[in-house]
């Protein structure tokens, strides 16, 4: 049984680019959640995708936008990247939007 | 004041001991709590979630929560180096029929073979 996937595992960018972050989750689930989380930090919640709709945003800039797919599966975009986006960009499905959560092994994305 | 505050730690106990891990959260509608433990350079790894007051026990792991005083902990018994990690407490801020996690910044927890 798959679990959530995450892709790419590490990307290297510079400043002012645009990124494409991608998720499958785990079989059986249809929510998925995106995270940034900084090194020595908790996640920060970025957005939750339920039926193709971004349900909630934490406080992210607009820069950060996400999409979801009739399969479930959903990408994080960011445009005109900050040496501040620097992070462990986490993906983690659910069954329903309320079930536990379960994390991918993540993207470490890197900013020069 | 942090909506979920952890002490950072690290936290250091010897194999075999109890490791006892808290958390307090600043919304009182906060409904579903749960436990995370994530190894230096991985992802977060789901151990521990509860609803309810009281006590929920899987294996080694006991989570208790206190929604009348905001506080949620985690109790590891019989404690082993693979034990050693950075906890996380999360909190499920309900919003319509979305559900936001909003996460401490973890303890560091090392257990001493």
């Known amino acids: 049984d798959a679990g959530v996937t995450q892709s790419p595992t590490h990307l290297i960018k510079t400043r002012g680019q645009q990124v494409t972050l991608r998720c499958s989750p785990k079989?059986?689930?249809?929510?998925v959640s995106w995270y940034q989380q900084a090194l020595g930090q908790g996640p920060q919640f970025i957005f939750q995708?339920?039926?193709?709709?971004?349900?909630q945003r934490g406080n992210f800039p607009d820069r950060f936008s996400g999409h979801q797919f009739p399969n479930y599966s959903s990408e994080l975009n960011v445009n005109a990247l900050l040496l501040g986006d620097s992070a462990l960009y986490l993906c983690?499905?659910?069954?329903?939007?309320?079930?536990?959560?379960?994390f991918g092994d993540g993207t470490r994305l890197s900013i020069l | 004041q942090k909506e979920v505050e952890q002490n950072s730690g690290p936290l250091s106990v010897p194999e075999g001991a109890i490791a006892s891990l808290n958390c307090t959260y600043s919304?009182?509608?906060?409904?579903?709590f749960f436990w995370y433990r994530q190894y230096s350079g991985k992802s977060p790894e789901l151990i521990m979630f509860?609803?309810?007051?009281g006590d929920k026990e899987d294996g080694r792991f006991t989570a208790q929560l206190n929604k009348a005083s905001q506080y949620v902990s985690l109790l590891i018994r019989d404690s082993q180096p693979s034990d050693s990690a950075t906890y996380l407490c999360?909190?499920?801020?309900?919003?319509?029929?979305?559900?936001?996690?909003?996460f401490g910044s973890g303890t560091q927890l090392t257990v001493l073979p």
């Open positions: 983690a499905s659910s069954s329903t939007p309320s079930q536990p959560q379960h």
């Open positions: 079989s059986g689930h249809d929510t």
């Open positions: 995708y339920y039926e193709e709709e971004e349900r």
């Open positions: 919304d009182r509608g906060s409904q579903s």
């Open positions: 509860i609803y309810s007051n």
């Open positions: 999360a909190v499920n801020l309900a919003s319509g029929s979305a559900r936001q996690l909003t």
